[in-house]
Structures are given as C-alpha cells and as structure tokens.
C-alpha cells in the first residue's frame, strides 16, 4: 500500500488496508463485513478465506452489490484424519 500511494495511489485516490479477524466464525465474518461495509465504507473486500465464513458475507455483498475478492479454502484439517 505503501508504494502504491507514493506512486499516486490508484486513480488518484490513497489505498488504505484495514484488517479485519473473523476468528473463524460465520457470525464475526458477517459482523467484520458489515463494519468494513458501512463504517469504514470500504469499497472492496478482500477475504473471508474459508467457505462457512465467506457464505454468509457472499449472500450480504451479491445484496449489496459490493465487491468481494476472496480464495476459498476449507477448514482447517483434523491432525488426527
């Protein structure tokens, strides 16, 4: 984001990164969105990682027509399977 923004940002306009945790849990996924969405007002989303956190938030930004990037993985593996 850095040299992003010394470069003149994107079209002008500074690139801010804001983290969110959703601890793994749908309903912190969902509060997390809501938070970026119209408190911070952020205009894409990067994330949610895991397909039972990041269903939820897809239904909500396809409502909202907000743009949401995201990699899905699933859970993370038993170490005794």
Known sequence: AEEINKAGGIHGRELKLIFEDDQFRPK??????????EQDRVDLIIGP???????????????????????????????EQ
């Open 49 to 79: 990682q895991f397909e039972h956190t990041l269903a939820p938030v897809i239904r909500l930004a396809n409502e909202n027509r907000q743009l949401v990037i995201s990699t899905v993985g699933t859970g993370p593996r038993n170490k």
């Open 28 to 37: 912190n996924a969902v509060s997390a969105y809501h938070k970026l969405r």
